[in-house]
């Protein structure tokens, strides 16, 4: 299926000038030969620093909902920031944050075809700005749009036969720019493509301009533009949100695609050189109406490819190597399995083509730091030509195939609604894409609903309405049912909620309730996660109806019914179970309550407290029930000293933790313990590499009898070099992560309550447990892992099937009496396991 390529390994000489090849980017393989570089993929492990500002900013704000039938064009005049000579951008000859503003404004008065809107905030507090390019509509003829796109979406049988469809309606194309803010030049490339259609007069571009609208994400990362990182101002890599949306900016992308739905987008990023452009290798989300999709993506990746090389940027002359289509050269290792990548959950919400496209030159981390500035704005404007290039090819492809291009969002939406079977691809399912084999058949068996059940069915309420409204914000159609009822022998009280599985988005529903499957026979290796499962890993009950008639009587739900309550009378009993349940306890905590522990591990706030939890309770809905219990110790507002990942520091964040990140260095520099209670280690802290005199400082912590949480290898390294708890880590393998089934200790004070499932990855279990050491959770028996990929290492070892049955979280006292709690696997992971994060809540309050 392709020839290996060249790899670019000498400097080659040209005019006097040395021509450096590019570090990090890579030349891809043939399809049989090694995986392609792609940055950022493993375990997260940088250690988190973001301020408190970031997340609170995050956590507070919704993507604002688009205008959908005003008149174009749209006149922002947007407020240009403070000038920031620092911005990265600057060095590599690109255009820093604070001109942007004051170039939309100058596009816009180009013409009439030019319109901006600001499509949210950046964790940061920017601007995101959304740029749309079209011939001027009326506002009539904009109602219009909407009512096409509307029918689109919720009655593709009959847009099918629509004729005002068929002639007039504009096919939206997305093209999103710098989400990784460390790769710059899809945004200079997409003020310059803004620029020439403004300005154009040629037929093509009138032709183009009346039958598509164009809209552009400037900078989906302004946060990461300025600072010159791959990551936002939270440390989220944003570009593996997409199924939490957990940062603004992947909401506002989100909210982008609902309320335009666009039939084609392209992701710009880079650098793997040549120019890597999408579809991809094996395994293929199962989800999809892949054979419609991979018929636009191919055939619209071959155009992007003979635009990128026809540009005449060789090898020997510019140090820049053939473009690179991964599912037609390359065996595995870039694949679209997960739907955390923007273009892999574009094709949910309607895209029939979606494509990641990796310019050639590397300009970032140790280039942008060690190259001659020249020599990076030469290689930053040919990744702008070839962004260029690709945009361009790809709204080429968009106007000659625009009936087909509709016609095939119509069709994805019509089989969800209808209910009928994926096509499974091959050569003949999909004619014109060569080399389909076996490898490349995803396909799943949607059942006929999903029930969220509520009253005593359901484990969370809390979680239940968190389920709900995070499948409503990904536009599923979600009902309430207003009579009991009975599905597959089950019967469901009324206030329960249905996912009808027969609906335009059925993909995305199951992305988010399926359990998902076990890939690890698929393919050696996977990129990033391969596990996810909401409908198991967010606290709430989920069950899946495979078959059956479905009758109901339920109302359509635009948000859950509120789940907070407060007893009437007596003292009150919090549980602990859920993030939200947290959040409240130390609310309260922070403003004097007297909260105690209860046997169970829930706290107990006393009646005089009432209007407080009254408060709480309608702010996060949760249930402060009626209790005789007085409890026992008193819980106090717990400082958390967290040397963790960017996600574990929002999700610590999220639960109202009062959290300082730390690592080797802050500690090396002086710390204050004083201002501690627990210290919380999963990365960037070594023991071994502390000087003696933060060493010391940390041993007095410890014999105060500090707390201590430790999670994965580099917490497990520093318990055994601290000496504190008796337990032998074994690392299972490296690359391993998924949804696993576990087995909760009954009456631990850390997963007694706690659901059935939780989250891997590179994970852990301990043996050779010393006295007084106590199992609060292990592994399933047999295979434990339910959705993900996880393979023994080559000498054997390290599979599931070692860690079957073994302890996964332990805990105990250390000789300082010291607390500490061991975690094998990932509770907080990226701010997704949100039905497990009270394990580490409950941990913290030991």
Same mark, same amino acid.
């Given at each position: ?28 393989? &043939? ?24 997340? *609170? ?17 749209? =006149? ?43 499509? &949210?905030?950046?964790? /940061? ?19 219009? %749009? ?83 990182? +791959? ?98 050269? %390359? ?17 949910? %919400? ?58 095939? %969002? ?131 009950? *989920? ?31 919090? =549980? ?30 006393? /009646? ?25 110790? +008193? ?61 010391? *400082? ?5 014999? +105060?009898?500090?707390?201590?949480? *430790? ?136």
């Amino acid at each position: 299926m392709g020839l290996p390529r060249p790899v670019l390994i000498a400097t080659a000489v040209l005019a006097g000038a040395v021509l450096l090849a590019p570090g990090a980017a890579t030349a891809a393989p &043939g399809r049989d030969g090694p995986h392609p570089v792609r940055e950022g993929g493993g375990r997260d492990t940088a250690v988190a620093k973001a301020p408190l500002s970031a997340a *609170a900013d995050a956590l507070g704000t919704a993507a604002p909902k688009l205008a959908k039938s005003s008149a174009y064009p749209r =006149r922002t005049v947007l407020d240009p920031p403070p000038v920031n000579p620092a911005d990265k951008s600057i060095k590599l000859g690109l255009a820093p944050y604070h001109s942007l503003a004051p170039r939309l404004n100058a596009l816009q008065k180009l013409g009439n075809r030019v319109s901006v809107e600001v499509a &949210g905030r950046s964790a /940061g507090g920017h601007q995101l700005y959304l740029v749309t390019v079209t011939a001027p509509e009326s506002s009539h003829q904009a109602r219009e %749009q909407e009512r096409m796109r509307e029918l689109i979406e919720n009655s593709p049988s009959a847009a099918a036969k629509d004729k005002r469809i068929k002639s007039s309606y504009k096919t939206p194309v997305f093209i999103n720019n710098n989400i990784h803010g460390n790769e710059w030049e899809g945004t200079d490339a997409a003020l310059k493509l803004i620029e020439d259609l403004a300005k154009a007069k040629d037929g093509t571009t009138t032709e183009l301009l009346a039958k598509n609208r164009i809209y552009l994400n400037v900078t989906a990362n302004p946060d990461g533009r300025i600072a010159g990182t +791959r990551a936002n101002a939270n440390g989220f890599d944003l570009n593996r949100d997409f199924i939490t949306g957990s940062q603004p900016e992947a909401r506002a992308i989100r909210q982008i695609a609902i309320d335009k739905q666009p039939a084609v987008m392209l992701d710009l990023h880079g650098y793997v050189n040549g120019t890597l452009i999408e579809p991809t290798t094996p395994p293929h989300g199962e989800n999809y109406e892949y054979d419609l999709f991979l018929k636009n993506a191919y055939a619209n990746a071959l155009g992007m490819e003979k635009a990128v090389n026809g540009l005449g940027y060789t090898p020997a002359k510019d140090g820049v190597e053939p473009a690179v289509i991964p599912f037609r050269d %390359q065996k595995e290792g870039w694949d679209d399995w997960p739907p955390i990548f923007t273009p892999q959950y574009m094709p949910f %919400q309607g895209a029939i083509a979606a494509h990641t496209i990796e310019f050639p030159m590397a300009v970032n981390n140790e280039e942008y730091d060690t190259l001659p500035v020249a020599e990076l704005r030469r290689r930053a404007r040919i990744n702008k030509d070839i962004a260029g290039a690709a945009m361009r090819a790809t709204l080429d492809y968009t106007r000659t195939h625009r009936a087909s291009v509709i016609a095939d %969002q119509i069709e994805t939406f019509r089989r969800g609604a209808a209910g009928e079977a994926q096509r499974p691809v091959s050569e003949e399912t999909v004619p014109g894409v060569p080399g389909i084999g076996p490898e490349d058949v995803y396909t799943t068996a949607f059942p006929r609903a999903y029930v969220i059940p509520a009253g005593r069915k359901q484990r969370s309420a809390t979680a239940a309405a968190r389920l709900v409204d995070h499948l409503v914000a990904n536009d599923v159609r979600v009902e309430r049912a207003v009579l009991p009822f009975r599905l597959a022998g089950r019967g469901y009280p009324a206030g329960s909620y249905v996912v009808d599985m027969r609906q335009p988005k059925r993909g995305i529903a199951n992305v988010i309730l399926a359990e998902g499957r076990d890939i690890s026979a698929d393919v050696s290796t996977m990129y990033d996660i391969s596990g996810w499962s909401l409908g198991l890993l967010w606290g709430a009950s *989920a069950d899946k109806v495979a078959t059956g008639a479905l009758h109901v009587v339920g109302r359509p739900v635009h948000a859950a019914s509120p789940t907070g309550y407060v007893a009437p009378f007596g003292d009150l009993r919090l =549980r602990l179970d859920d993030p939200k349940e947290l959040t409240a306890l130390n609310s309260l905590l922070e403003q004097g309550v007297t909260v105690r522990r209860a046997a169970d591990g829930s706290a107990i706030v006393p /009646g005089s407290a009432r209007r407080a939890a009254a408060v709480l309770a309608d702010r996060h809905g949760v249930a402060f029930s009626a209790t005789k219990e007085k409890g026992t110790a +008193r819980l106090h507002r717990t400082r958390v000293a967290a040397a963790v990942t960017a996600g574990e520091l929002f999700a610590l964040r999220e639960m109202g933790f009062e959290t300082r990140p730390v690592s080797t260095g802050a500690l090396n520099a002086g710390y204050d313990w004083s201002k501690a209670d627990v210290l919380y280690v999963s990365s960037g802290l070594q023991y071994g590499e502390l000087n003696p005199a933060a060493r010391g *400082a940390l041993n007095a912590f410890l014999a +105060r009898g500090g707390a201590v949480v *430790a999670l994965g290898a580099d917490g497990a390294a520093f318990n055994t070099e601290a000496g504190l708890l008796a337990a032998k880590p074994v690392a299972g393998n490296g690359d391993a992560n998924g949804v696993v089934r576990v087995v909760n200790a009954a009456g631990s004070p850390v997963t007694g309550g706690a659901p059935a499932h939780s989250f891997v990855y590179s994970p852990l279990w301990f043996t050779d447990l010393g006295p007084g050491v106590r199992v609060d959770q292990s592994y399933g028996s047999g295979n434990p892992l339910v959705a993900g990929h996880w393979r023994p290492v080559e000498e054997g070892t390290g599979g599931p099937k070692d860690a079957a049955g073994k302890a996964s979280i332990v805990s105990g006292t250390a000789k300082t009496g010291a607390p500490v709690v061991l975690f094998g696997t990932e509770p907080l992971f990226r701010d997704h396991p949100k039905g497990v994060f009270a394990q580490i809540g409950r941990a913290l309050l030991l």
